[in-house]
C-alpha cells in the first residue's frame, strides 16, 4: 500500500513539472509571438508610409495602380457572380 502511494507522489510531482513546463513553454512562444507582430507592424508601417510618399512624389502612378487593381477586382467578382 505504501509503494502504491509513493507511485501517486512520484506520478503527480512528474505531472506538476510537466503543467510548468508546459506553461513557461507556452508563455515563451506568446512572447516570441508578440514580439513577432510588433516587428512586423513596424515594418508594415514603414512600407505604408513608403507607399503614401511615393504616391504623393507621383500620382499618375498612384491612379494607375488603382485602376489596374478595381479592374482586377471588378473582373474576379464578376466570374464570381457568373457562375
Known amino acids: 500500500m505504501a509503494d ?3 507511485k501517486e507522489q512520484e506520478i503527480k510531482e512528474t505531472l506538476q513539472k510537466e503543467k510548468e513546463e508546459l506553461k513557461k513553454t507556452y508563455n515563451d512562444i506568446l512572447e516570441k509571438l508578440k514580439t513577432e507582430g510588433e516587428r512586423l507592424q513596424g515594418d ?3 512600407e505604408l ?3 503614401r510618399q ?3 512624389e507621383h500620382p ?3 491612379v494607375g495602380v488603382a ?3 478595381g479592374l ?3 473582373f474576379a467578382i464578376a466570374k464570381i457572380l457568373d457562375r
Do not use: C, P, S
Request: hydrophobic share 45%.
Open 4 to 6: 502504491l502511494k509513493e
Open 44 to 46: 508594415i508601417r514603414r
Open 49 to 51: 508610409d513608403n507607399a
Open 54 to 56: 511615393y504616391v504623393k
Open 60 to 62: 499618375e502612378a498612384g
Open 67 to 69: 485602376l489596374a487593381g
Open 72 to 74: 482586377l477586382i471588378g
